[in-house]
């Protein structure tokens, strides 16, 4: 059926492996190493990276194709929007951001948003801080109830930890929990410019939604918290340790948050 003969299938079967097959059974070792010690969340980009990080010689194409014919395919992120609960009287801040993602130093522009997560206590909300111009985790905020100290107590994490100057953009979507009049008072304090994303516009705050895509997918899919203090625990050490130090993020040259801002912090030594 195959046109092949029986001498000639037996010579191929007894013939010795050829120098890249050989090359390419041991990088698909360290191509699988990578790829489990990161839970399946890591494509060829970022496998590739990491590879290249350890001194392991290869090409993007080929890591693509060892791994696409070899079925490891990282975890798919689902689509994901927050509703915000903007049905409020409260005044809000006009769009200065103005989805001006690129940031070119840390501590200019912090945007923020609101999530939630399942415990069999119940649900556990999620205020995160983050930097733009990084993309890291700069303020984190936990609590059973969604209220004004929440998303307040996740900006004076940001200011205890970072300290950042007067002028500060911080954006967020339109929530009640942003523009009330205790977080606003505590942004003109600081001496902060405020920014709110448009009426049910998610992409006005595309860094914070996918930020938390991330979060669900990496750190939170398949776990069944027993606790609200299990999951807490679990989401701090996850952002500050993962997150922040490790991951790789395709937007900041695969560097990690934490990389990229030692990186912006070297080069501006040398250029001084």
């Given at each position: ?40 969340e ?8 990491e590879?290249?990080?350890?001194d392991?010689?290869c ?43 690129i ?10 948003d ?24 700069v ?15 996740a ?7 970072r300290?950042p ?16 009049g ?7 304090i ?31 899919r ?5 606790t ?45």
């Amino acid at each position: 059926m195959l046109d092949v003969s029986k001498s000639g299938c037996y010579a191929w079967k007894n013939r010795p492996k050829s120098l890249r097959r050989i090359e390419n059974e041991r990088l698909l070792i360290e191509i699988r190493r990578v790829f489990y010690e990161n839970k399946s969340e890591y494509g060829s980009p970022r496998i590739y990276r990491e590879l290249e990080a350890a001194d392991i010689a290869c090409g993007e194409n080929r890591v693509a194709r060892l791994m696409r014919f070899n079925r490891l395919v990282a975890i798919q992120k689902n689509r994901f929007c927050v509703t915000t609960d903007s049905k409020h009287t409260l005044a809000v801040w006009p769009n200065v951001l103005n989805r001006n993602f690129i940031v070119s130093a840390p501590d200019k522009t912090y945007v923020s948003d609101i999530t939630y997560v399942w415990t069999r206590e119940g649900w556990l909300f999620v205020a995160v801080v983050l930097d733009l111009f990084s993309r890291g985790v700069v303020g984190l905020s936990l609590d059973e109830r969604i209220t004004d100290a929440l998303t307040q107590n996740a900006l004076r994490q940001a200011i205890v930890r970072r300290d950042p100057e007067e002028g500060l953009i911080f954006h967020s979507d339109r929530g009640v929990q942003y523009a009330s009049g205790g977080f606003k008072a505590l942004l003109t304090i600081h001496k902060f410019v405020g920014s709110m994303s448009r009426k049910g516009d998610c992409w006005d705050n595309a860094v914070a939604e996918s930020f938390f895509h991330t979060l669900k997918v990496e750190c939170i899919r398949g776990k069944i918290f027993t606790t609200r203090e299990e999951a807490k625990r679990t989401i701090f050490a996850w952002a500050y340790t993962r997150y922040n130090r490790t991951r790789r993020h395709s937007t900041l040259d695969y560097l990690s948050p934490f990389e990229y801002e030692k990186r912006y912090k070297l080069t501006l030594n040398n250029v001084h």
